[in-house]
């Protein structure tokens, strides 16, 4: 990546599309002076995230080698460099690479962190149930499914969420399903090759590396990813989670800011059978639940089939049948289901009680009313929803795609007495 000077700090942008930009500075833009600190900026600065290393060396000096920003201090070096998009990284990474040149004087390593417009939510370690119908399904070992749904460097790491729901909008901004980004928990390194995970934290202001004291009393100096933070461009959930048949997954997306006509829904699915059908469909916010039915589309099969996760937005599954009027102000939910056993859904854990997942036989029938939750968690699915703005018009141009005077019915009425629809005339 090519990075800018100006003053004593440096810049880049990782990703240049002006829809879903993210821009990355390499020390303090407000100070003259250079300190240990990466910032994330993304959707023109819309959200950010700074994290700074707290050290007590006295005369640090820094330079830009060919690759990498280093900071150099005299117990403590840091290291700032891209990590290229991978099955592992999809949207490409960052690194804040920090090295302890000798044995510290304590196992944690810190830093302070600044943010704007985020919240993090950290991904513990998945119990056994979770991943049970994995291993009922397809025959995989519990060890094996654990992997699969949570791999080792995301257990015990932390979402990175837009803290209000954001509105795809055609010709706005691609938020997908608000994720910034992930940092993912670190992996330290001595100079024999000897490795053990640190324990990731993020409260009140202040990130810590928690490194196992017998690794740091027994380590050959100097040590390697101390603080390894990856922070991963992602938009993808960091886990699987298994849908199976006759189960309906429900996620909130939020308030529409303007009025429109639903246009696409995307969610980042797969099977390792790579077949199956989905159904999708947009339904009304009441009291915290998704209850009146907008629209619905079946007879959406896995196409490109996919057997493994997707690794960019083109890869999702985009179901373009599903339409219906969105009126500002009112909130949403996109429901899922499908009748493919195997099918999974990428997706994060620990956020608040909002995305809901219910149970409903057989596939191809979304009730019109759906508010009995059957098993309540708090997943954010990645799936979204993407809608044409009708310029803040309370009149209905269109209906499902169709000129509104060529539609003669609506639900099995008449459409000349059908006084509004969704609240709109």
């Known amino acids: 990546m090519d990075y800018k000077k100006s003053q004593n700090n440096y810049f880049a942008t990782p990703k240049d599309n002006p829809k879903d930009k993210i821009e990355l500075v390499i020390g303090d833009d407000k100070q003259v ?4 600190q990466k910032k994330v900026k993304r959707w023109d600065n819309e959200v950010n995230v700074s994290i700074r290393l707290v050290h007590n060396e006295k005369a640090p000096t820094f330079r830009k080698d060919p690759d990498k920003v280093v900071w150099t201090g005299e117990k403590v070096e840091a290291h700032f460099y891209d990590i290229d998009p991978s099955d592992e990284h999809p949207e490409g990474a960052s690194e804040f690479e920090i090295f302890l040149k000798e044995k510290p004087v304590t196992n944690v390593v810190s830093f302070t962190v600044v943010d704007k417009g985020v919240e ?3 991904q513990p370690e998945l119990a056994d149930e979770e991943v049970q119908e994995m291993v009922d399904k397809e025959g995989i070992s519990l060890l094996e499914a654990k992997r699969q749904c949570r791999p080792e460097n995301v257990v015990g790491s932390y979402a990175i969420y837009a803290k209000e729901p954001k509105q795809n909008i055609v010709g706005g901004k691609q938020y997908k399903c608000g994720k910034v ?3 993912y928990r670190p992996r330290i390194e001595d100079a024999n090759g000897v490795k053990v995970w640190g324990e990731l934290k993020i409260d009140k202001g202040l990130l810590t590396v928690t490194i196992p004291q ?3 009393d027994n380590a050959v100096y100097p040590v390697r990813h101390a603080a390894g933070l990856t922070f991963g461009y992602t938009s993808l959930g960091s886990r699987a989670l298994s849908i199976g048949v006759d189960n309906i997954i429900t996620s909130i997306i939020g308030t529409a ?8 829904i995307q969610a980042a699915l797969w099977s390792p059978s790579g077949v199956g059908s989905v159904g999708m469909a947009l339904y009304n916010d009441t009291g915290g639940s998704p209850t009146t039915l907008v629209s619905n589309s079946y007879s959406g099969s896995l196409s490109p089939t996919r057997t493994t996760s997707p690794t960019q937005d083109s890869e999702w599954f985009s179901k373009d049948g599903v339409s219906g009027i969105v009126v500002n102000g009112n909130k ?8 493919n056993s195997t099918l999974r859904i990428s997706a994060d854990s620990g956020l608040p009680s909002g995305t809901s997942r219910y149970k409903v036989s057989p596939y191809g029938n979304f009730p019109v009313n759906l508010i009995t939750s059957t098993s309540a968690n708090t997943n954010m699915f990645s799936i979204y929803a993407t809608y044409t703005a009708s310029g803040g018009s309370s009149a209905i141009k269109t209906i499902n795609g169709l000129a509104k005077a060529s539609v003669k019915t609506w639900n099995g009425l008449a459409i000349a007495s059908v006084k ?3 609240g709109l005339t």
Do not use: C, M, Q, R
Not at 33 to 36: E, N
Not at 257 to 264: A, F, H, P, R, V
């Open 33 to 36: 002076a250079f300190y240990p």
């Open 257 to 264: 800011s303007t009025d429109g006509i639903l246009l696409k």
């Open 420 to 422: 509004s629809i969704n």
């Open 332 to 339: 949403y939910w996109i429901v899922l289901n499908s009748n």
């Open 214 to 216: 017998e690794f740091i």
């Open 120 to 122: 993090y939510y950290y």
């Open 181 to 183: 980004g992930h940092i």
